[in-house]
């Protein structure tokens, strides 16, 4: 007498005739396959999805990824004083950054202060301290030069650009030591206020009454006889430093203005010169 499998047997499809007709070892099998399989379609999908989202992140995503960083970048293009942009040596990331405590000036040593700032910075590796997003994509950073020279502190003392004091009050000396030097913008009178002329006018006979002349009577005293002259004082030649000995705080420092000359502290007289390396470094004067 056929069984009740067997008389639903033909009246079912092919896969539940294959399904009923396997053992049980097999179904089990069949069961953890799917569900493999399933588990692996989902990973794949995720991870498809989260390396999508990384390639289409806006650029405020890549500026928060810098942010508290300190990132070494080549830089690759110079657009103002403060303005750069440099990539990642390894990774290659596109980095827009602004250098924080410089005020590029809108009207007036514009040309002077771009070339500067592309003489220290163009193709050069340089370290970036992040302070924040600027907007957009941009990063505000503080740049450390190839030297280990701050950027900002030697343009600012340079006389390339003024100071942005609200945001950098620490380069407050080195404005003050390029504006009594009259070095850069200073000596062209850019800034207002940086030449001032003080003209006094003595008073007119118009505007003041003249007083009647006084009669006075003098009696000349009787001469005296002038001093003896003081002795010479000892004359001593201190002999001059040697070089090994003479210092400056900026002698081969990064200069700006190759032929500009300054005057020490210690007296001596310091240029701007070309280095073996074609760098432009303060020099001694000899």
């Given amino acids: 007498m056929p069984s009740p499998a067997d008389s639903a047997a033909p009246e079912a499809g ?7 007709r396997t053992s ?3 179904r089990l099998a069949i069961g953890c396959l799917g569900v493999v399989t399933a588990l692996a379609a989902t990973g794949a999908v995720a991870f498809s999805g989260d390396d999508l989202s990384r390639s289409r992140g806006d650029g405020a995503h890549e500026a928060s990824g810098f ?4 990132v070494q970048v080549t830089v690759s293009s110079v657009s103002e004083v403060d303005l750069f942009e440099g990539a990642e040596p390894v990774s290659g990331r596109v980095v827009r950054a602004r250098v924080a405590g410089v005020r590029a000036l809108p009207d007036c040593w514009v040309s002077q202060s771009r070339a500067a700032a592309q003489d220290l910075l163009l193709g050069k590796d340089v370290r970036l301290v992040v302070k924040r997003e600027d907007g957009g994509d941009r990063i505000l950073v503080d740049v450390e030069l190839p030297g280990g020279a701050d950027y900002a502190r030697t343009v ?15 380069l407050a000396d080195d404005e ?17 206020g940086a030449v001032t002329t003080t003209v006094s006018t003595a008073p007119t006979s118009s505007s003041v009454p003249s007083a009647p002349p006084a009669t006075t009577t003098t009696t ?5 006889p002038p001093p003896p002259p003081p002795p010479p004082a000892p004359t001593t030649t201190e002999p001059a430093p040697p070089d090994e000995e003479w210092d400056d705080f900026r002698l081969g420092k990064p200069c700006l203005f190759e032929g500009a000359r300054r005057t020490t502290r210690d007296g001596y007289e310091i240029v701007c010169s070309r280095n073996g390396r074609n760098q432009l470094r303060w020099r001694r004067a000899d």
């Fill in 14 to 20: 092919i896969v539940r005739r294959f399904w009923w």
């Fill in 24 to 26: 049980q070892p097999a």
């Fill in 67 to 70: 942010r508290g960083d300190a």
């Fill in 156 to 170: 600012v003392s340079g006389g390339a650009v003024q100071a942005d004091l609200a945001a950098r009050g620490d």
């Fill in 176 to 192: 003050s030591a390029a504006r009594l030097g009259r070095l850069g913008l200073w000596a062209a009178g850019c800034v207002p």
């Fill in 220 to 224: 000349e005293p009787s001469p005296v």
